[in-house]
């Protein structure tokens, strides 16, 4: 059986993982932080974490992270200029101690109305590192609606894991409008 989450039972329902999906640039982190923006102003607990880019002039130069329930931000990582040891990936270098942080906070993010998840990556899915604790989240479905961002690379591993799920493309085009319909769909 699941939790109450404001009164209702959340069972695990994998159509109602929402996956964010497109190439670099294209407007997932600000979709993201769109759809957290509008449901503030509602009565749903949102619950997870965001990744917002740091940027040099028009150069993405490092990640934060910020918690959507505390709104305390850490820096996660920096460009890899394979200049130093560490869990890293070809593009990024990451702050150890920011992703025990992230992994704890989402660990204690569920039971809640909304799960924001930026992103699982090669770390969590190739890796077993990063974000875990999303994952374990993910499958216990103690949410009534969870929006995940997750690279087009790893969408097949994705959809094996969460068959049900409903997969959106992102373009920079069609981000403004993604993120009206998703806060009409998980309000409603």
């Known amino acids: 059986m699941g939790r109450k989450i404001n009164g209702k039972i959340g069972m695990p329902q994998p159509e109602r993982i929402i996956i964010l999906s497109g190439e670099i640039g294209c407007g997932k982190s600000t979709i993201c932080l769109k759809v957290v923006e509008k449901l503030k102003a509602t009565s749903l607990d949102v619950a997870g974490v965001i990744c917002p880019p740091i940027f040099d002039g028009q150069n993405k130069t490092g990640i934060d992270l910020l918690d959507l329930r505390s709104s305390e931000m850490r820096h996660l990582a920096r460009l890899n200029l394979h200049d130093a040891d560490g869990i890293q990936t070809h ?14 906070l989402l660990g204690l993010t569920t039971p809640c109305n909304v799960l924001i998840i930026d992103e699982l990556g090669p770390l969590e899915f190739d890796r077993g590192l990063g974000f875990t604790n999303a994952l374990t989240a993910l499958d216990a479905g103690n949410f009534a609606y969870a929006l995940v961002v997750i690279r087009p ?28 319909e998703l806060v009409k769909q998980i309000a409603s």
């Open 153 to 180: 690379s790893l969408l097949e591993k994705a959809r094996s894991r969460w068959p049900s799920c409903q997969v959106i493309e992102v373009t920079p085009e069609n981000r403004n409008t993604h993120a009206t």
């Open 91 to 104: 593009r990024w270098i990451f702050n150890e101690d920011t992703l025990r942080w992230g992994n704890a």
